[in-house]
């Protein structure tokens, strides 16, 4: 799986959207991003996935650069319920290669009145 | 509409007891999934289930056994708990595409 890069932490006031970035240069052609997040002291929640194209569901919306070495996850207008840890993983799909997902450490992202 | 359920929530355990974590899921996914939490470490993978009546190692298996009973449950067994497993221990489950988990709310161990 290709490494990722993230900061360590965020702040965003409520309301605003905020944009967490993402480094992962050494993506293989093959390999999808994933997001997830981690409420303190609750489970992992999936967010998005995607290859190359833009995507957007309820939660967030997901931008790809053209040359998948980066990407950027937009929450459009951050609530307090979103300050999280988010976690930024890139992967092939339904890879048998371990099966374990490389969560890393993440973006720490807080959410301000 | 329950998803991943985990028990107990909470345990605290002396050294060399043993004890079982429960997992149950109703989403009818054939991959289950056992990691663990520590500050610092991030989740690293102890054991899954890619399909009913199979289990492998994960990154972490040492001191842990697992059994996956039926499609539902995914049990995690700790024979002699040891302070090193002090630990978050969260049940996971995916579906046809592995790589979107749905995830408990964990099990909050001590181990004095």
């Known amino acids: 799986d290709a490494k990722t890069t993230q900061p360590t932490s965020m702040d965003c006031a409520e309301g605003r959207a905020a944009n967490l970035p993402c480094n992962h240069s050494?993506?293989?052609?093959?390999?999808?991003v994933y997001w997830y997040r981690q409420i303190h002291s609750q489970g992992p929640q999936y967010i998005i996935h995607g290859l190359k194209n833009n995507e957007t569901n309820e939660m967030a919306s997901l931008i790809i650069t053209e040359d998948r070495k980066s990407s950027t996850l937009i929450l459009p207008h951050a609530t307090l319920r979103d300050t999280a840890v988010y976690y930024c993983i890139v992967r092939v799909p339904n890879s048998n290669s371990g099966y374990a997902l490389n969560f890393g450490k993440g973006t720490s992202l807080l959410v301000t009145p | 509409n329950a998803g991943v359920t985990q028990t107990p929530k909470f345990q605290v355990l002396k050294t060399g007891q043993s004890m079982t974590l429960q997992c149950a899921q109703d989403m009818n996914h054939n991959s289950m999934y056992w990691y663990r939490q520590d500050p610092g470490m991030g989740l690293r993978l102890i054991y899954y289930s890619a399909s009913e009546g199979t289990t492998d190692k994960g990154e972490v298996p040492n001191g842990y056994n697992v059994s996956r009973l039926n499609k539902r449950e995914f049990s995690l067994r700790l024979e002699s708990a040891a302070p090193s497993q002090t630990s978050v221990y969260f049940c996971?489950?995916?579906?046809?595409?592995?790589?979107?988990?749905?995830f408990g709310s964990g099990t909050q161990l001590s181990v004095l």
């Open positions: 996971a489950s995916s579906g046809r595409r592995l790589e979107k988990l749905f």
């Open positions: 050494t993506i293989s052609g093959n390999e999808y």
